[in-house]
């Protein structure tokens, strides 16, 4: 069965610290991922998506992920975090069709310090 | 971007009765919709795929008679909680994808909080 793997749970920042948050997905076949940030009282935003091309994403607000197929990696990463980047991350997959089922990591809550 | 609405946002009900979740698509035809439970600090978990016109499928463990998934319209989907107890209080959220997949992205609703008292 299809999953992803994040495996931290929970990170704290200083402002102005570099960001990589983990993420690894079980299958073998062509998969779509992306990351999702859900801040304190909202609904999901996309981050940002890889479908295909160069592995290394741009999404917004500064961040981007790189896809490593030989890893099964997708890690989100941003050079410079703000006190407004707190919010749960979630890492998720679907499955290369026409409508596809997303499968969602179990999340990465990230606390900035100010 | 392409607007996915729920209603109700909040609910509190008591236990035994059912309650009936709606999720829309505003500007856009959505063949498909997917429905979600969130449990507290905690991820997404993916319920059901709701088929305009036909029957909902369901993922492993989540109980189709309980969970009854209605999508009647290219616009509308419903998830109705039967017989809800305590157990099932959770937050439900709906998404739908607004075209080919490599096209577009998944919108998701705001999200249904369900207290069952």
């Known amino acids: 069965a299809q999953s992803v793997s994040q495996h931290n749970h929970h990170v704290i920042l200083s402002e102005a610290a570099s960001l990589e948050l983990g993420c690894n997905y079980s299958y073998g076949g062509t998969v779509n991922l992306f990351w999702y940030v859900q801040y304190p009282g909202q609904h999901l935003q996309l981050l940002l998506k890889y479908f295909s091309g160069d592995p290394l994403v741009k999404g917004i607000k500064g961040f981007e992920a790189e896809f490593i197929k030989s890893k099964f990696s997708f890690n989100l990463r941003k050079p410079s975090v703000q006190w407004s980047d707190t919010a749960e991350y979630f890492c998720a997959v679907a499955r290369d069709s026409s409508a596809s089922k997303i499968i969602f990591g179990s999340g990465t809550r990230l606390s900035i310090r100010p | 971007g392409a607007v996915v609405s729920q209603h109700p946002s909040r609910v509190i009900c008591k236990s035994g009765t059912s309650v009936k979740i709606e999720c829309r698509s505003l500007d856009f035809q959505a063949t498909t919709m997917f429905w979600y439970r969130q449990f507290p600090k905690q991820s997404l978990m993916l319920m059901a795929t709701s088929n305009e016109g036909s029957k909902a499928t369901y993922e492993q463990g989540v109980e189709k008679d309980k969970f009854l998934i209605n999508h009647a319209s290219l616009t509308l989907s419903t998830l109705t909680v039967t017989s809800a107890h305590p157990e099932d209080s959770s937050f439900y959220i709906c998404?739908?994808?607004?075209?080919?997949?490599?096209?577009?992205?998944?919108?998701f609703g705001q999200g249904t909080r369900l207290t069952v008292v």
């Open positions: 998404s739908a994808w607004t075209g080919p997949l490599r096209n577009t992205e998944a919108f």
